[in-house]
């Protein structure tokens, strides 16, 4: 009875508390302030900081429509419009004028100058800054973001200025951007009200704010938090006017309050931020950040870990994925959750269906930035900087732009591809983009000065969270999958994966764990640098690398904690789709000359005539030449594992030669805090060597598992140079003496209590291959993403027959 006279309460009130409402007064409040309310009601108690405020109703709404007898007018210029009598920009104009020109009833008037006093009174001020921000009644359904269709007026103080930013927010209701919007969804325009949310106003133009998603928006992954952060008001990183700070953090391991499941941050340019006026009719204004702000971490480790606790109480408490808004008070230094909303596309994927992009070919890449769904555009280029010049916009094109806000929806849909030069992965663009099903690359910092009007691009988003704009027509395929039809098989099925960028994209395989993650790549790609060239920058002997290597490390005390937290990022987040089923990580196995073409590696590698048989995998580990690179490695393994958290990581040693070396290897690795055996560690090793074979029953006590290396062991077995062209038809491991190594090593494995896998292309390209290590009994075959499925079917169709 209590709900319901409550219920009946916000149902005939025009001002009710943020605390009085909850998501039952939708109708009444619209989904923002509904929200609002109801973590001020139910999440305060458990740690979320919401700041204080109150909503007018719909019915307050209605009641200012009917007190100035605008309703008849309101219906005749909607049915103009959708007649064709009048464009939409003066049906806009005409709609707000009726609204502008209109006064609030006294009674309305005096509840909301009552509710704001009060507000300011809890405040301990005479005139309090409040956000103003509209929240229809239609919107953030689950199936439709309305992502700034209405306006938000900000550093509104006074009950004047309130009164005057509550009519503007009426009359957004009816910007060209909403009613275009509505009219794609099909929400009848005058079913639809308005609710007016006045919040405190959290002082983040000398903090912080942004954006955070409790899943990830790319890729759908559902165990990720993904927040942005900006100096300043929230409303450039909504915008996608700058580029944000990006940190990902993996939601289970967050119960332990031990571990720091950060898995990934990246630094965002933060050119600008947006702060309060100073005088003049602006509220606010765009002022460009100091270069301290440009080269720093928006949020500390412990205030991304909160946000994301934030983030799963509040997608506990709703049931579903949320998109949330959060701000930094810079007086204070607290947080506070300012907005929550359903996320509005990933939530309604089927997490058993979903379509492959496969690019065929590759092309000269024009632009890079944020990857935005995952699918591949092509069209010609559509340079526009001004929503002046929408009218320009070709359909079918890559519309290529700045940024967008909501006014760019109408072109926005029209367009295969969408380019920005700013912006983030949750900027307005970015949202939009997914809802509409639009491929984007969005930040690319450079888009509209090298993407030429009407020059032929590829737009691919289908290689990971980096999204690329190539010149010309780049081939490509689709392949629809159902997981559903996927059948179940006895061998361990694995993925091998080297870019940490591209492991959300494959989070919906059923795969057993990663069974070789390849640490080059992100030495190689995100790193750069040679180990040694950051434990000794001093030996650096070119002027060019070593200013490189300077730069790559500014902002580190020790250029060393550059290579571990990168490596450790990396490794992490490989490990994260896959948590808890193992990850097999292999340690760096570059050849002298791959490990010379990094940073300050001419510094530190001699050239050797043969690198493929040379100082290369575990022979470098306990080398004075390596040893305090491969410490820096060890350090990165052990954070993953027991700071990160990822204690499903498993060490796999490469190229190991003899027994006596392996016994040296893991002495270095227990030196640098990698025991065999403490805190769960396995450790494996790659069985690529004859002499790994025909020794194998005296390494295998010092292992935890083999993992057959099938084309080092293939080269080394026949003799056959793996990279030569002219030897390419003699280099087959299909071979019978490569299968008798294979075979044996199976079965010494077995023998000897431990497991045993393949890592490699060969089960997926020949199937007969396949069927040879099934029969064989080996434990786990580990695959490229994109050819699992199909190999999967191949060995399932094995075992049937065995």
């Not at 737009?459 to 969270?465: F, K, M």
């Not at 000359?593 to 590696?601: R, V």
């Not at 077995?717 to 294979?742: N, Y």
Request: a negative charge; one cysteine or more.
């Amino acid at each position: 009875m209590e709900d319901q006279a409550m219920g009946a309460a916000v149902t005939e009130s025009h001002v009710v508390w943020f605390d009085e409402i909850g998501m039952e007064h939708v109708p009444q409040v619209g989904g923002k302030n509904a929200s609002l309310g109801e973590m001020t009601r139910s999440l305060k108690s458990r740690g979320v900081r919401v700041p204080d405020g109150f909503a007018t109703t719909s019915a307050a709404y209605r009641t200012f429509i009917a007190a100035n007898g605008i309703d008849a007018a309101m219906r005749a210029r909607i049915g103009e419009y959708r007649a064709g009598e009048t464009s939409l920009r003066s049906t806009g104009e005409a709609i707000r004028e009726l609204f502008l020109d209109s006064e609030f009833p006294e009674d309305i008037a005096e509840s909301i100058r009552s509710h704001y006093r009060t507000l300011a009174g809890r405040a301990g001020l005479d005139r309090l800054s409040v956000a103003v921000r509209s929240s229809a009644t239609a919107e953030d359904l689950p199936d439709a973001s309305f992502a700034g269709q209405q306006e938000t007026f900000l550093n509104i103080s006074g009950e004047r200025e309130l009164l005057d930013a509550c009519r503007r927010c009426y009359a957004s209701l009816f910007t060209d951007r909403a009613i275009s919007y509505r009219e794609v969804k099909g929400f009848d325009h005058l079913d639809v009200a308005l609710s007016i949310g006045v919040q405190r106003m959290v002082r983040s133009d000398v903090g912080a704010s942004g954006v955070m998603f409790s899943i990830d928006t790319d890729s759908g992954f559902p165990r990720a938090a993904v927040i942005s952060a900006a100096w300043g008001l929230g409303e450039t990183v909504v915008q996608g006017s700058i580029n944000p700070d990006k940190y990902v953090v993996f939601k289970p391991l967050l119960a332990d309050p031990g571990l720091s499941p950060i898995i990934e941050k990246t630094l965002g340019s933060k050119a600008r931020k947006m702060v309060y006026s100073r005088g003049g009719h602006a509220r606010t204004r765009m002022v460009d950040t100091s270069a301290e702000e440009r080269s720093s971490f928006v949020l500390t480790d412990a205030e991304i870990l909160d946000l994301a606790r934030w983030a799963v109480t509040v997608e506990e408490h709703y049931g579903r994925p949320m998109d949330m808004e959060w701000a930094r008070d810079g007086a204070t230094g607290e947080l506070f959750m300012v907005q929550a909303r359903p996320e509005t596309v990933q939530a309604l994927k089927s997490g058993t269906r979903f379509t492959i992009h496969h690019l065929r070919g590759t092309g000269n890449v024009l632009a890079t930035g944020a990857a935005i769904g995952d699918s591949v555009a092509q069209g010609t280029a559509c340079v526009i900087r001004s929503t002046r010049d929408i009218d320009t916009f070709r359909d079918g094109a890559i519309l290529v732009t700045e940024m967008t806000d909501p006014d760019w929806v109408p072109v926005m849909k029209r367009a295969s591809g969408i380019v920005t030069d700013h912006g983030g992965t949750t900027s307005h663009a970015a949202i939009v983009s997914r809802e509409l099903g639009v491929p984007a690359v969005v930040g690319t910092g450079n888009g509209t000065s090298v993407l030429g009007e009407g020059l032929a691009v590829t737009l691919s988003c289908a290689e990971g969270d980096t999204g690329r704009v190539y010149e010309g027509t780049v081939p490509f395929d689709t392949e629809d999958v159902d997981l559903g039809a996927l059948p179940a098989t006895r061998t361990a099925m694995m993925v091998n994966i080297a870019s940490p960028g591209a492991a959300f994209q494959w989070w919906r395989l059923p795969a057993a764990g990663v069974g070789l993650a390849r640490m080059e790549f992100i030495i190689s790609n995100l790193i750069r640098v040679h180990p040694m060239a950051l434990v000794h920058p001093e030996r650096v002997t070119d002027a060019d690398e070593a200013r490189q290597v300077k730069e790559l490390t500014s902002g580190y005390a020790d250029p060393g904690e550059y290579f571990v937290e990168a490596l450790a990022l990396g490794i992490a987040k490989i490990a994260a789709p896959y948590h808890p089923h193992p990850v097999i990580v292999r340690l760096s196995d570059f050849k002298t000359n791959e490990y010379a073409h990094l940073i300050g590696g001419g510094s530190f590698e001699q050239p050797e005539e043969n690198p493929m048989l040379g100082f290369r995998g575990a022979s470098r580990y306990y080398d004075e030449r390596y040893r305090e690179g491969f410490a820096l490695e060890c350090a990165a393994l052990k954070r993953v594992r027991e700071t990160i958290g990822f204690s499903n990581v498993i060490v796999m040693i490469p190229f190991c030669r003899t027994p006596d070396e392996a016994d040296r290897v893991l002495a270095v690795m227990a030196e640098n805090g990698l025991v065999r055996g403490e805190n769960g560690l396995q450790v494996y090793m790659m069985c690529e060597i004859p002499s790994n074979v025909v020794l194998a029953e005296k390494f295998a006590p010092k292992f935890d598992g083999f993992s057959i290396g099938s084309n080092d062991l293939t080269q080394l077995v026949l003799g056959v140079d793996r990279d030569s062209e002219q030897l390419a038809a003699l280099f087959d491991e299909r071979d019978g003496a490569v299968t008798a190594m294979i075979s044996e090593a199976i079965r010494k494995a077995h023998a000897a209590g431990i497991k045993i896998g393949i890592c490699g292309q060969g089960p997926s390209n020949h199937p007969d291959f396949a069927a040879f290590l099934v029969r064989e009994g080996i434990d786990s075959i580990s695959l490229n993403p994109d050819s699992y499925l199909k190999t999967v079917r191949v060995i399932a169709d094995v075992e049937g027959s065995a």
